[in-house]
């Protein structure tokens, strides 16, 4: 599964963001180190949300959705 992160740079490192899991952040040292964190980062985030829907009796499911042409 793909997800879209943005990462910004500073004097202090790196942070990243994943704006399609609103919450779901991490940061590094260097651009490797917080790209690795985001994705142990991305694990767990859905790990919980999985867990989240299955306890309300909600069915979690894939879906590959095309991107448009445009």
Known sequence: MKHKVALYGSEEGYSVSVPGLPGCWSQGSTEAEALA???EAIRGY???RDE???SEGGDVREMDVAAQPW
Request: no cysteine; proline share 0%; hydrophobic share 65%.
């Open 52 to 54: 989240l829907v299955s």
């Open 37 to 39: 964190n985001i994705e």
């Open 46 to 48: 859905l790990a919980v």
